[in-house]
């Protein structure tokens, strides 16, 4: 084989499986109203906090709006997630969108007002809080109902694919915005975007729910949560995600290890190597397609954060912290691939929606109590210390976690009966549309 066809075929082989995108219109517009949509989401991202520390002055100030969301995100993930299996998703997530859109326009509002009010932007980033909650499970649980079952991984990396740029370059673009033109025009840019998601969305068929489905009560979100813990492998995904989570994210910290290194102007940097590792992966994930074992890529996925993260700690180099950083993004990546695979595969479309809850508090709560762990600990042992010693702590977590569940190490989508089945029912389904 010459050296050219060589490359064709590497590059064939990494380059992003664009078969959802082929097979589906409704993914294409769920993608492109995605992807705007998270680039206006950034620009309040960034905005937000902004506004608070200018009219108070107060780092406590502007870290209450993370308390005054984990609540409403918890509470109403669970109750989106009852209702994405007993209304037509695509009209939730429409309804979601709209009022998101609204609180955009809120926050727009007050901070055109001469004197703009403090109280009202808690209450707008708890209710936004509430209204992501109630999207988030329709939003999750769409994919698997627009796009063909042997794609799913395909879908998901490319749902990631502009997930990771917008985490990537969103900051970056809404501080030049916030810095030059102030947070009202981000808030009306916000609002902007919004405006053409919608439009997308509006575009896109119905998707009713499946026959005979439950009706939105606690007794259903109960019969979801008790799915969940039948299955073995199911809670080894979620486990494994709060385990790396609470022991290895250090962002909260990213200031105080920029100063230990001597680096202010790499913090910037540190909060996007993550994201940019993450992106590289999204870029050169075709060969995830190919991937049966998803249990197994999981493990190693996540073993390759914490490693990665005691790296970033364990290192006095930035240009190290830098790299360890960007491989952990790179990692998890790759784990979200293998965690979203497993669950759009193999549970049923009735129970997709209540299991997209469970999921929502799965990767929600870790984040958030791993930033108090990260800076606890940061006290004690200095900002390099909590990141190695969380990093190691995240693998042998991983190691213990894989060895008291098996069944999410032996997890093969060609082998797995939940997964045989969802494909059957998916395939009856088709055939008779």
Known sequence: MTSDASWRALLHKIRPDMSPWRSSTDFRLLWSSGCISAFGSFLTYVALPLQIKDLTGSSFAVGLIGAVELVPLIVFGLWGGALADALDRRKLVLCSEAGLALLSGLLLLNALLPHPVL????VVAALVAAVDGLQRPALDSLTPRIVPHDQLTAAFSLLSLYRNAASVAGPALAGVIVATAGVQTAYALDVATFAVSLLLLARMRAVPPATGAERPTLKSIAVGVRYAWSRKDLLGTYAIDIVAMLFAYPVAIFPFLAADLHAGWALGLMYGASAFGGLLVSVTSGWTSHVNRHGRMLVLAALGWGAAMALA?????????????????????????????????????????????????????????????????????????????????????????????????????????????????????????
């Not at 109280?119 to 808690?122: L, N």
């Not at 791993?370 to 210390?385: D, N, T, W, Y």
């Open 119 to 122: 109280w009202p932007i808690y």
């Open 313 to 433: 700690g364990a290192t006095g180099s930035v240009w190290v912290v830098l790299l360890g950083l960007a491989l952990a993004g790179g990692a998890d990546q790759i784990s979200g691939i293998a965690r979203s695979t497993i669950w759009n595969q193999s549970i049923p479309d009735e129970l997709r929606g209540r299991l997209a809850g469970v999921e929502l508090l799965s990767y929600s709560v870790g984040p958030q109590l791993g930033q108090v762990r990260a800076g606890g600990m940061a006290s004690l042992i200095g900002a390099r210390g909590s990141v190695w010693v969380g990093g190691l702590a995240c693998v042998v977590g991983v190691v213990g976690l894989t060895a008291a569940l098996p069944s999410m190490l032996a997890w093969d989508r060609r082998t797995d009966p939940n997964a045989a089945a969802v494909r059957a029912e998916r395939e009856a389904a088709e055939l008779a549309a």
